[in-house]
């Protein structure tokens, strides 16, 4: 098993940035890539970003190029998601997950991912 907690939302206006963390634990050693995703009230999982742990290869939705920035730190066995520029449309809560084996196709669908976090709440205020 691989546990996986997610830290750094809070409530933040317009324009500002956050950096999402995600610190993983356990049997760490199965785990090859890892992902954030976020989920609007109503709305479906929405994939935001991989990235590789070995190589540090990484993925973006469109919709997040240019002010998301995923990032981990191996030694740590955390993951980051630096986000400028917040918009209210950013609003969501924001989960980390992991996964032992993704590729181009498959790191935008939640069902690749075995391990999930609990989720950390984002608000972007206008």
């Known amino acids: 098993q691989v546990q996986l907690v997610e830290s750094g939302g809070g409530l933040v206006q317009a324009g500002g940035s956050l950096r999402l963390s995600c610190a993983a634990s356990g049997r760490t050693f199965s785990t090859n890539a890892m992902g954030w995703f976020r989920q609007a009230p109503g709305k479906d999982r929405e994939f935001v970003a991989a990235i590789s742990w070995g190589g540090g290869i990484t993925y973006y939705a469109d919709s997040v190029k240019g002010r998301f920035t995923i990032s981990r730190d191996k030694p740590r066995n955390t993951m980051y998601l630096q986000i400028d520029n917040l918009k209210p449309e950013d609003t969501a809560a924001y989960y980390c997950?992991?996964?032992?084996?993704?590729?181009?196709?498959?790191?935008?669908?939640?069902?690749?991912?075995?391990?999930w976090g609990q989720g950390t709440q984002v608000t972007v205020s206008p």
């Open positions: 997950a992991a996964a032992s084996a993704l590729n181009i196709v498959t790191m935008s669908k939640p069902g690749a991912y075995q391990y």
